[in-house]
């Protein structure tokens, strides 16, 4: 991952966001509301991305079945906190009364907005009937979906485990530089994203390495690098490491003279990886000036060349050359063993999905019968899981157009 994106959310374009109960959850989870002709909503939930048509009587019946489980459940909640700590469940009282009425208006706006008859007379009457009421057919899908961590870059590796669980990610991409930051016990992280079944990738260093450089210590500090990347995802049981390929140290280098120190380099950092059971995936970049693993020629050689059966490419949508065909990109690469997905437009990488100008339905198509994992990419450096649940919502909504595109051709 480079470029930076804006990670703002956009403006809600008839989508709500609500709290319902899901019955394949079992719990209240965050629900993407799309109103529809006829007065049938969408309703999706984010988590396990099931999807219902609903009516709006059926959508009311669900809303307030949540409102009273959480009425329900507050007595305990309030007894439970007040025998833990009596002093701060006081003391937060206040702060309680005065922002609960705020929350609950903002969703019962939305609720409104949801069930209120939809006045367009202007428009003729739909040719399409409206989509029978009930639950979607669920949809299969054999790859596992990652959180990477700069979509939650304020918080700790323990909230992010924890955070990917809450928002039904399969698993998550750490980064060693966070986690070598902070200085967890990766042995209690990694316990941790066990107990909640969750696959672990981590994302070696990268920021200020070259480990193709001319300049000799550069070189051996990144190696080392490396190394300890990959040490940390063998402490952190982690199925693959992802790499950068190095770069040229001189911009108008001739690439050609790089390519075997690339190779060893590979080789080195695959065998380590190999005694320690771990795959590696090695990144393409954006096409600039000194890269030079750009094309799926280029990612094709390297795996080619180092030969090694735990090595294979990361695919990251962002990286390919903006105008150039994404599927014909990706069926091109010989051996994708991991992706990094995010959005992009001409001029930004790494955007949240569905805010660029990526054909992502038409992408994701392409990685039907992926079987490893898709890292969901992008960059909050503010507090607050809203990117991390955006990109989940969004990845359900896309999946779906996906599958839907691949059976209708
Ligand atoms: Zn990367
Ligand atoms: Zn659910």
């Not at 870059?153 to 990917?164: K, N, V």
Request: hydrophobic share 45%; with cysteine.
């Amino acid at each position: 991952m480079r470029g930076v994106g804006d990670a703002r959310m956009p403006a809600a374009r008839e989508r709500y966001e609500v709290a319902l109960h899901c019955d394949h959850c079992r719990r209240s989870t965050v629900h993407l509301v799309t109103p529809g002709e006829g007065g049938v909503s969408r309703v999706t939930c984010i988590v396990c991305g099931r999807v219902q048509a609903v009516n709006t009587l059926g959508f009311m019946e669900q809303y307030t079945e949540n409102v009273v489980r959480r009425l329900l459940a507050k007595p305990f909640d309030i007894r439970t906190e007040f025998s833990r700590s009596p002093r701060e469940f006081i003391a937060s009282l206040p702060g309680r009364v005065l922002t609960k009425p705020f929350r609950v208006a903002a969703e019962l706006r939305a609720t409104m907005d949801i069930i209120r008859p939809r006045r367009r007379s202007a428009r003729p009457p739909a040719a399409i009937a409206p989509p029978p009421i009930g639950v979607l057919a669920p949809l299969d899908r054999r790859c596992r979906i990652l959180l990477s961590a700069p979509l939650l870059w304020a918080h700790t590796s323990t909230e992010i485990i924890d955070t990917a669980h809450e928002l039904g990610y399969d698993g998550v991409e750490l980064w060693a530089y966070q986690l070598l930051r902070e200085g967890t016990d990766a042995g209690a992280l990694a316990a941790r994203a066990r107990r909640l079944d969750l696959t672990v990738a981590v994302h070696a260093l990268s920021w200020d390495l070259n480990p193709t450089s001319h300049v000799d210590s550069i070189k051996a500090a990144s190696l080392g690098a490396l190394h300890r990347s990959v040490e940390l995802a063998g402490a952190l049981e982690a199925r693959l490491v992802v790499m950068h390929p190095g770069h040229t140290t001189v911009p108008h280098d001739d690439a050609e003279t790089y390519w075997p120190v690339l190779i060893d380099t590979v080789q080195e950092i695959a065998d380590h990886a190999a005694r320690l059971g771990i795959m590696v995936g090695v990144e393409h970049m954006e096409a600039r000036q000194t890269e030079f693993v750009i094309t799926p020629d280029h990612a094709n050689r390297l795996v080619d060349e180092v030969n090694r059966p735990n090595v294979g490419t990361v695919l990251d949508i962002a990286h390919i050359p903006w105008g150039q065909d994404e599927v014909m990109f990706i069926t091109q690469l010989n051996r994708v063993v991991h992706v990094h997905l995010s959005d992009a437009d001409e001029s930004r990488l790494h955007l949240p999905l569905a805010q660029g100008e990526r054909n992502l339905v038409r992408v994701l198509a392409a990685l039907h019968d992926f079987q490893d994992a898709i890292a969901l990419e992008g960059f909050s450096i503010s507090s607050g899981v809203e990117l991390a649940r955006w990109n989940k919502a969004q990845f359900e909504e896309l999946w779906r157009a996906s599958v839907e595109s691949v059976a209708t051709t």
